[in-house]
């Protein structure tokens, strides 16, 4: 439901007005709105000392903001921000400066001795690599140590056909392939023959392994020991760096988190101060909360100021329900399907939450689509799993938790229609159908689909009915007359079909030639269009049955096609890979077609979208976006 | 001979639902996509646009079967 909102209007001395919005900040229950306009009261601005303190707490938040100090979990509140002194923040300003130099420093050293760290590792692979080419007597050999690309299968051949072009048959080349994909080649030439020999490979863009520092030329093969010495010592100096940045930030982090708790705090607080209206002498804050909340804010501003400041609650005459923020709480059953009710806007202020509805229906449509005990299960233990693994008020909790009950159904319907992996459980322990037969009994599990349409469509025309009586009588008659034809529609039609007796047709008829005037006139000329698609809504629910039965025959094709394996193993594997994917459908389409027929054929007939959600000013929480606000002051 | 007809007829009530809803996702999927890339919180409204041609097949599915038990 969504529950009732009071606007309350705060009013004092204007030197009391920053202590007031720290007080109602405190109490985090006042959504702020400005006040209405009246004669002498003007909106708040900041002023040049304010408009320096929030350069000053930008400045501190980009300091903060760019360490990686420790996530905090987003539903719960940051480290409480106090409303320090200006020489508090300078201070927070410097230490997170020096904070943030530091880290760079860490970062940068950490970064090049990794690149080193990765460099002496590639070359201690040439090394070996080389020295399984090393032929036996070298002599007066110049060596050359190449990387030939590991894409080119033909270089290694191309090398040896220009060498042997230069050089005849005098020079050695052995080539290896490396982990990294490249070939590592050894060129042994005559020393006399080098300077031909650079030439020839700088013309054909091979590249010399470049030695490190410290290993002279030629003596890359004895390079081996001095580069895992590298390593080791490298090793040894990016743990300290690492140790160094762990303890940086362990002494660092808690105060820097205050700090930027309470910037944050302090800018949501001159953001609000420019919603509040002010006269010479005094100032207007007007806000919304809960009405249950009110006595509590009274008693808290009572507590802090004394009579210097009033709260009143403003009329209800004065404000349109439009106006007013939306919250939507519901029992802890239905909660988690406020995230489904979340995603689109959320309800207009005054109108209906069809959350408890949704909560209702949607695992009611999924389990009917699902159908299947076995299916039900694993989705069950799938749900466990993301519940044991999620934190409270996540998004993988609500799916954990809306999972549940849509898994619940599945398995009750499963073992109305006697599905367990489709016939596995009556192959196995003689489960029968207790209501339907889905694999055969198609044309009753149609009329199950679209009687369970017409019952939803009809509570949501009578929803409609409910929701426009609250504003506009004359469109509530309107929908009333529209709901009447779709009974007296449905009545011709069973009496037609003998379900109901023969006598109730006519009257049904005439009855709903009666109403059909009375809609045309509420309603206008579109109501006869809007009339014919509320009909085809309900067969659209048709789809629980198309689905159904997908799923049903999906299931049994893949036991009979693992039965018709030769092999056990191969039958058996196989049909878990196809119930498998039967049961990746069987959770996307039912959660994609249950979510359409709410949000299309359901909450076309009474949902009132426009609320804007309730954000009451309070303290920061990390995710929370920043209000803008002038870096310069209004004098 | 009877029996063909019946057969083709709910092939075709389900086959051609289904190419047309082939074709309109075709044509909503792309735009689908090029809105998310600019409004991301449009996507409850994007898998219904790209779910609704499905009623297509979905009743193509339903006039199938009907067809079939007439004919049976």
Redesign the interface.
Known sequence: MIIPMSRIRVLGPRQQLDGVLAALQDTGLVHLTEPKPAELLQRATLGEREARRVRQLQALLREVEGLPLEPVPSREPAPAGDRSDTSAFAGWARAAGRARRTLTRLDRSIRELELERADVARYEQFVTAFRGLLPNGRGRMQSYHLVLRGDDSQAVARLRGALAGVLGEHFALEAAALPTGEQAALLLVPVAEAAKVERLLAQSGVHELPLPAGVASGEALRAQPALAERRDALDRELAELAGERRELLATQGPELMRARAAAHDRLLELGARQQAGITPRGFVIEGWLPTAAKDRLSRALARQFGAEIVAEEVSQEEWRGEEAPVVLTNPRLFRPFETLTR??PLPRYGSIDPTPFMAVFFPMFFGLIMGDAGYGLVLALLAGVLHARSREGTAVRAVAEILGPCAAFAIAFGIGFGEFFGDLGQRWFGLRPLVLNRERA??PF?GLAVAIGFVHVVLGLVLGVINAGRRHPRQAVGRGAALAMVLFVAVALLAGLRVLPKSFFTPAVVALLLAFPVMVIAEGIIAPIEFLSTLSSM??Y??I???G??SVMMALVANRLAGSFGSVLVGVLFGLLFHLVNFALGIFAPA??G??LH??EFFGKFYSPGGQQYHPLGHWRPGQPQPSLPAKGVP | MNAVWIVLAAAAAISIPALATGWAQSRIGPAVAASLAEKPELS?TA??LV??P??MA??G??VA??IL?RGA
């Open positions: 995603m689109l198609l044309l149609l067969l659209s048709a789809r049955m198309a689905l039965t997908a994609i077609h979510l359409r949000y299309v | 409850t898998i219904l779910a609704i499905e009623t979905i009743l599915f339903v079967v009907l038990y």
